[in-house]
């Protein structure tokens, strides 16, 4: 039997129009997995699919009506990526109320909803995978992304708990945490070229990453190999968690 194929099992990839989600979905898909990827632009979004033989579908997971759109639109479901952009940067002394709620609703509560969506599905076939992107941030905080270390490390404690409710039945639980890797969401928070080269200089590998790298390991979570790693958080950093 071949190592690492995913045929027959559905994947749905929230955040996949891009980046690392797009990646991941990819990955999934040359193991021959069925993906169907989920974001808020369709342009977007249909030219993504079309270029991985994907399904699609037009979903805002911050809300419980995108996430039940996401979840009708799949069917059954054996992999969920949960994934979305990331909280703004800011000081910690300075999230207004609203950009808490909004961390909640898009960080936090679109994992839960996503998970509550499939999980009853992956328990009654003994088979599941449950893998959502956090950030090096959980880790060791970075100071202004507040919103970020807060949320990513509420979805890290959510997954390892419940990842002890569902291990006898197939399915596991993990988190992936991306190091700087290099998408639209790094570009955008490091503009200046100084600046990126000042990052790059203190990542023991003196390099960021790239999407592929993180989706690797998303990739391995999702196989049958991968059935007894569970409640873990992978770190894809190049050495900046050590
Ligand atoms: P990205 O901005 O390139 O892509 C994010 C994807 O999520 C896009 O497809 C976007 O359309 C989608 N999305 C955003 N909000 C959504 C919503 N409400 N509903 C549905 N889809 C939504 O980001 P990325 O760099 O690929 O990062 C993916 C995740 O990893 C983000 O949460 C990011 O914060 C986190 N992360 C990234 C890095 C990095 O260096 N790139 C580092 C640490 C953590």
Not at 96 to 114: D, Y
Request: aromatic share 4%.
């Amino acid at each position: 039997m071949a190592l690492f194929r995913l045929d027959g099992k559905r994947a749905l990839v929230t955040g996949g129009s891009r980046g690392i989600g797009l990646a991941a979905a990819a990955q999934l898909r040359e193991l021959g997995a069925e993906v169907i990827i989920a974001a808020r632009d369709e342009a977007t979004l249909r030219a993504a699919a079309q270029d991985i033989g994907a399904r699609w579908v037009v979903a805002d997971v911050s809300t419980l009506e995108g996430v039940q759109a996401a979840v009708d639109a799949a069917g059954p479901v054996d992999i969920l990526v949960s994934n979305a952009g990331g909280p703004p940067p800011s000081l910690p002394s300075q999230v207004s109320g609203e950009a808490w709620q909004r961390g909640f609703e898009t960080t936090f509560l679109s994992t839960v909803r996503l998970v509550d969506g499939v999980l009853p599905g992956m328990r009654e076939r003994r088979w599941g995978r449950i893998i959502a992107i956090t950030s090096l941030t959980v880790g060791r905080p970075s100071l202004n992304l507040p919103v970020s270390n807060a949320m990513r490390a509420a979805v890290t404690n959510h997954l390892k708990t419940l990842a002890l409710e569902v291990a006898a039945d197939g399915v596991t639980c993990n988190t992936v945490a991306p190091g700087y890797t290099a998408t639209d969401r790094l570009k955008a928070l490091h503009a200046d070229p100084a600046q990126a080269d000042a990052l790059r200089a203190r990542i023991p590998a003196h390099r960021f990453g790239e999407p592929g790298e993180v989706a690797a390991a998303i990739t391995f979570l999702a196989t049958t190999e991968a059935a007894y790693i569970t409640g873990q958080e992978v770190l894809v950093d190049g050495g900046w968690g050590i």
